[in-house]
Antibody
């Protein structure tokens, strides 16, 4: 059974930092790309960042570029999200998801998701 | 960057058919995927690619695409299909970014 389990969320003041972790089981971690997606309470989904299997291709949404850093440890089957200079608008549930691709054009989709971890940024 | 547009809400009578659409320039280049999200739960992939369903997704869910519009059709909607549905695709720029639609709330009457 595929499982993705996020941890590390919590309450932090504006300007503070937080490190999220996502530990995976049930598939070959080292051959798949992973992604962080967030959802503001009561609102829609927002892609945050993705990292490929070898950590050679990393992309960020403009809203977090320069503040967030994604990384992975294939030996620990884990992906991490270091969040610095947090803002009130970063408050959201953060989901870890496996990214897969379809077809010649490599259309992306997210076939497995964790249950999410809540990050609240407030003074 | 790309944008995907969805209608905020649709309703369907029990057992009838409903189509949810997602429009955006990126869909002329990439397939959309669709996700179902129920309150308090993580999203679940329901269709991807040309019209592929993950294991466990009922065949009443189907995906299609034409031009810059992708559609998710629920044929014979059930009460348990009431949920938010999101589309996503890869950004139309030559990068690995991803964009999500704003979501459609489906109410089964």
């Amino acid at each position: 059974e595929v499982q993705l389990v996020e941890s590390g969320g919590g309450l932090v003041q504006p300007g503070g930092s937080l490190r999220l972790s996502c530990t995976v089981s049930g598939f070959t971690f080292s051959t798949h790309s992973l992604t962080w997606i967030r959802q503001t309470p009561g609102k829609g989904l927002e892609w945050v960042t993705s990292i490929n299997s070898g950590s050679t291709s990393i992309d960020y949404a403009d809203s977090v570029k320069g503040r967030f850093t994604i990384s992975r440890d294939n030996a620990k089957k884990s992906v991490f999200l270091q969040m610095n200079s947090l803002r009130v608008e970063d408050t959201a549930i953060y989901y870890c998801a496996r990214r897969s691709a379809f077809g010649v054009a490599q259309s992306y989709y997210f076939d497995y998701w964790g249950q999410g971890t809540l990050v609240a940024v407030s003074s | 960057s790309s944008e995907l547009t969805q209608d905020p809400a649709v309703s369907v009578a029990l057992g009838q058919t409903v189509r949810i659409t997602c429009q955006g320039d990126s869909l002329t280049r990439y397939y959309a995927s669709w996700y179902q999200q129920k309150p308090g739960q993580a999203p679940v992939l329901v269709t991807y690619g040309k019209n592929n369903r993950p294991s466990g997704i009922p065949d009443r869910f189907s995906g299609s695409s034409s031009g810059d519009t992708a559609s998710l059709t629920i044929t014979g909607a059930q009460a348990e299909d009431e949920a938010d549905y999101y589309c996503n695709s890869r950004d139309s720029s030559d990068n690995h970014r991803v964009v999500f639609g704003g979501g459609t709330k489906v109410t089964v009457l």
